[in-house]
């Protein structure tokens, strides 16, 4: 079920389990979880993307085994706010994996998450190398905490205040 807004996702959400965050990219996805209090985003993993179905299997093998009641997929909206060929890509793809899984699916706006993620890297004096290797799961963890915050605030986040 895709959810039209990040309040009719917080409706849907049952309390005290996980969700998973997604920055859908062409060449990756970058993964990260959240705690059971929905309080903390941590970045996981990135998957390179192959096949639709192998990436989606993945995505769901990762919200199983984190008992995730949810996945938080970052829109990259153009800067205007209206949505380009990589917004209607990201659609399509929540799309997909809508009709393998019973699990909610939010949007959360993207917008800045990668330049965020990457200036915390370089802050953290992180190698050129590693970041490469991280920056989309980070990204990842950026666009979930972003919508854990928003969801905390419409008292969705399943036991925090």
Known sequence: MICGDIAAFAAALPPMRALVGLDFGDKTVGVAVSDRLRGV?????????????????????????????GLVIGLPLNMDGSEGPRAQSTRAFARNLSRLTDLPIGFWDERLSTVAAERALLEADTSRARRKEVIDAVAAGYILQGALDRLAHLGGSGGRS
């Not at 941590?42 to 009641?69: H, M, N, Q, S, W």
């Open 41 to 69: 985003a941590t970045p996981l993993e990135t998957i390179r993307r192959t096949k639709f179905t192998a990436d989606a299997e993945r995505v769901l093998g990762i919200a199983a085994g984190r008992e995730a009641c």
